[in-house]
């Protein structure tokens, strides 16, 4: 495989040439099969189709090409459909035998040694000039290859073999279509970790490539994201991939499926023509699918609404020519779970999907191991936004409605934009226009005034995962402004008009593959740095908890789906879930500071970042400190858990307890509860109880993320900065006290001179030994946050190490200088006492070792 500029030049030569080839009027497709291998223009010329379904191939079809595409559907719980890789094939006759083979060309760097690509094996029956094959019996197989791919996550070659073994299965229909194909409909069961029962429907068309579709030549993802095919060998030892994409040249018409309910049609059209903005004119349509028809079709490109209330995903799904590209038809999945017309409907929505997370059932074909395009997931962001809005008193229900139609729009429009050939952008969020800490009160103007500003900026792209309330804006200004988003117009027109941009030109990108390596990409964040979207997202966690925790009970109680309701004694409460959700955005943080990620943002102004110029990592770190001085320091960012919050949270609950809000209401499948006063007050004495729980497991949280996140800390001026902040954590945890103390006797030193000799005699001396806030365990993690390994440099931390070192002895030495602790017997000790003296002992030895 090329590597480097010799694959570039390849890329470009390859490209000029099919754009060169498809300009020629009445030329065929530079893709097109050669005259020996090309097929008759007509299926029906080709094959035919006999009793129960038998499949009949005319003698002249042999060995001639095919375009085979195949789509799978799962056939329990809500169907979903899956489009698999489209094949270039030949039916040949070996030894009394139809072989169904792909094509070579694409696949081998040679022809001077034969290569066969069996796919299946027919039983087959001779009738004139026709073969009969039993392409049940054949098909036995499923070759599970995704037809979309990206060169930076997709595997090679070899695995577009990989497959599953049919264990039963028959054919439910086959016929010749208007559309020139030749359509198969397969029932089978697959017998993996789990049965899969599934149909598998083929297209067979004969192989003739759309000679003015010009082809897109994909070489990187540095700037713009697109889907691509599968690799095309050439014989030269290189490969060309081609960017998947429709036909510039024609319209691109999508059909909203008829099921879609009426309130919510105009929202999923406006996220369909969002993309004309792009391409600057009218080339893709919205029209009504005809009634009954659902995707996938061949005929069609659908959006297709799924009434699933518990599914809080999307994703598209589309089919491609292998040999260019060209996508031949598309389809969206979307769920019912993003519509709510009313505040009833909204709050039922949100406790079914919280009902059916927990219940884990959403049946999907990933567990078959084919991935879709876009399984975008909504239900984290879906619930916290959601409940935020509905929270407000203020809220009615045709605000509701408008926020869902919002919503609905944004997602639409993401979601056709991979059908476009778009990938993801996860950088779309550093182009926001406002901090993160404004964002409540910009919630509250975009409910009173019914919609955002126009100079609000949430994403340079719909191609990223916004959180609830940037969708919502997103979609509101879909509706209303009258250009794409500055990333969407550039990358649509260069994938289908060839423009090209400047590096400065192209606003910031990242997508799946690059999520590991930057700190500042990543989904559903929100903010133009990695700092504000840590500290601004921790405090919007900490602050839901108390409504959080009430929301357990509501679907504890109204669990539905054939699920037995609990008592509220019976609903399980998990510290440890609550203590994640609020520093579950800090590992990316602190790999960023021990410059393990490196930051986009710098990435696009030096090409390479490497170990031969650290002056690059020390300008990201130098913009890192004044980002995080700017947000407060670093102990405002990745901010201590505090005491406190237990009686905030305790005092928050019991007013929204006692408020009446939560007295009755609706939960998962519409379901009304209610509360008895008898239920109030165990739900308080549970939660109540909760609080410290959640606390101090958030507490023992934070310092393990800072254990393991905050090594090798590089010789700069923001380590020395993060020394004095966990020496300060450090300091705090170890030390504070509860103000309580523990009388204990102890053995007093008393040296007694009689004469020139001295004695010593036993007495007893009252000593005073504090109780500590926090518990062993997370003292001693958080004397560990000063340890010498954490830095590059050797005396990184070294005064504030030495600090907590005299501090921690201090602490067990003060109370204990005139105790003579070689008499001290520990068994005869009350247990506390005794457990205050080998802890502190404990921690003073460990601290000696730092």
Not at 490 to 504: D, M, Q, W
Not at 626 to 652: C, H, K, M, R, Y
Request: glycine share 6%; hydrophobic share 40%; proline share 4%.
């Amino acid at each position: 495989m090329l590597r480097g500029f010799d694959r570039f030049l390849l890329v470009i030569f390859a490209t000029l040439f099919f754009v060169s080839c498809a300009e020629d009027k009445g030329s065929k497709s530079p893709a097109a099969p050669k005259k020996e291998v090309a097929p008759a223009a007509q299926v029906a010329a080709s094959f035919s189709v006999g009793a129960n379904s038998a499949i009949q191939i005319h003698k002249d079809a042999l060995d001639k090409e095919f375009l085979l595409r195949s789509q799978l559907i799962t056939q329990t719980g809500a169907p979903q459909f899956g489009g698999l890789k489209s094949r270039v094939v030949a039916f040949s006759l070996k030894n009394g035998r139809i072989y169904l083979l792909e094509a070579s060309a694409g696949h081998v760097v040679t022809e001077d040694l034969p290569s066969n690509l069996v796919l299946a094996s027919f039983p087959t029956q001779v009738d004139g000039d026709y073969y009969v094959i039993d392409f049940n019996r054949g098909m036995a197989k499923l070759f599970t290859a995704d037809d979309w791919r990206g060169q930076d996550f997709s595997s090679g070659a070899s695995n577009e073999f990989n497959g599953h073994n049919v264990s039963v299965s028959f054919i439910e229909s086959a016929s010749l279509t208007s559309r020139n194909e030749l359509f198969i409909r397969q029932i089978a069961q697959f017998n993996m970790s789990r049965t899969l029962m599934a149909e598998i429907r083929y297209y067979l068309s004969p192989y003739n490539p759309d000679p003015t579709f010009q082809t897109k030549a994909s070489y990187g993802f540095d700037r713009f994201g697109f889907f691509e095919v599968a690799p095309y060998s050439t014989l030269d030892g290189g490969e060309v991939i081609h960017a998947s994409k429709f036909h510039e040249g024609k319209p691109i018409v999508f059909a909203v499926s008829s099921n879609t309910p009426p309130a919510f049609r105009q929202a999923v059209i406006d996220g369909i023509l969002y993309w004309n903005k792009a391409f600057g004119r009218n080339i893709i349509q919205a029209i009504d699918a005809p009634a009954g028809l659902s995707a996938p079709h061949p005929d069609y490109n659908i959006v297709q609404w799924v009434n699933w209330d518990r599914a809080g995903f999307a994703y598209a799904d589309a089919q491609m020519d292998p040999r260019t590209g060209q996508i031949l038809n598309a389809q969206v999945y979307f769920t019912s779970a993003f519509a709510f017309v009313s505040k009833r409907r909204a709050r039922a929505l949100l406790r079914s999907i919280k009902a059916e997370s927990a219940r884990g059932a959403i049946i999907e074909m990933r567990g078959f191991g084919h991935s879709k395009l876009c399984d975008r997931e909504q239900e984290a962001t879906l619930l916290s936004g959601l409940e935020h809005i509905l929270s407000s008193s203020e809220v009615t229900d045709e605000t509701v409605l408008k926020i869902s139609q919002n919503y609905i729009r944004e997602v639409v429009a993401h979601e056709v934009g991979h059908t476009l050939g778009l990938r993801h952008n996860f950088a779309g969020s550093l182009a926001t226009n406002y901090r993160a800490e404004d964002r409540p009160q910009m919630m509250q103007e975009f409910l009173a005034n019914g919609g955002a500003d126009s100079d609000w900026v949430t994403s340079s792209s719909v191609m990223e995962y916004q959180l609830f309330f940037e969708s919502i804006v997103s979609g509101d200004l879909i509706a209303k402004q009258e250009h794409a988003l500055s990333y969407d117009e550039k990358v649509i027109r260069n994938l289908y008009l060839g423009e090209e941009y400047a590096n400065e030109q192209i606003p910031s990108y990242c997508t799946d593959s690059h999520v590991e390596s930057f700190a500042d990409c990543n989904r559903f964040d929100y903010g133009n740095s990695v700092s504000e979207s840590v500290k601004q997202s921790g405090l919007d966690v900490v602050e839901g908890i108390p409504s959080n925790v009430i929301e357990e009970f509501i679907t504890g109680k109204t669990v539905g789906f054939g699920l037995p309701a609990q008592t509220v004694h019976e609903v399980h409460l998990s510290p440890q879930k609550f203590a994640v959700g609020m520093l579950a955005e800090r590992a990316n943080f602190y790999s960023l500071i021990s410059q393990k990620l490196q930051v986009l943002e710098v990435r696009r102004r030096y090409e390479d970042i490497g170990e031969i110029n650290d002056e690059v990592k020390n300008i990201s770190h130098n913009e890192l400190m004044q980002d995080i001085e700017s947000l407060g320091g670093f102990n405002a960012v990745a901010f201590l858990p505090e005491s406190e919050l237990v009686a905030t949270w305790s005092q928050t609950f019991e007013e929204l307890i006692d408020s009446g809000v939560y007295d009755r209401g609706v939960g998962p499948g519409e379901s009304d509860f209610a509360f008895t006063e008898a239920e109030k007050t165990i739900i308080k004495q549970r939660s109540l109880a909760l609080f410290p729980k959640i606390y101090e497991s958030a507490l023992s949280l934070h310092l393990e993320q800072m254990d393991e996140g905050l090594k090798d800390l590089p010789e700069h001026p923001l380590s020395d900065k993060v020394a004095e902040v966990l020496f300060a954590q450090a300091k705090e945890i170890l030390l504070a006290e509860t103000g309580e103390f523990i009388e204990v006797e102890l053995p007093k030193k008393v040296e007694v001179v009689e004469g020139e000799e001295a004695e010593e005699s036993v007495e007893t001396i009252t000593v005073e030994l504090p109780l500590f806030k926090h518990t062993y365990e997370n003292r001693k993690k958080a004397l560990q946050l000063l340890k010498s390994s954490r830095g590059k440099s050797l005396i990184w931390g070294i005064a504030e190490r030495e600090e907590i070192k005299k501090l921690v002895k201090s602490t067990r030495s003060d109370r204990l200088e005139s105790v003579k602790m070689d008499d001290v017997n520990l068994g005869e000790l009350a247990p506390e006492a005794a457990l205050w003296l080998l802890e502190t002992s404990k921690l003073a030895a460990a601290a000696k070792s730092l």
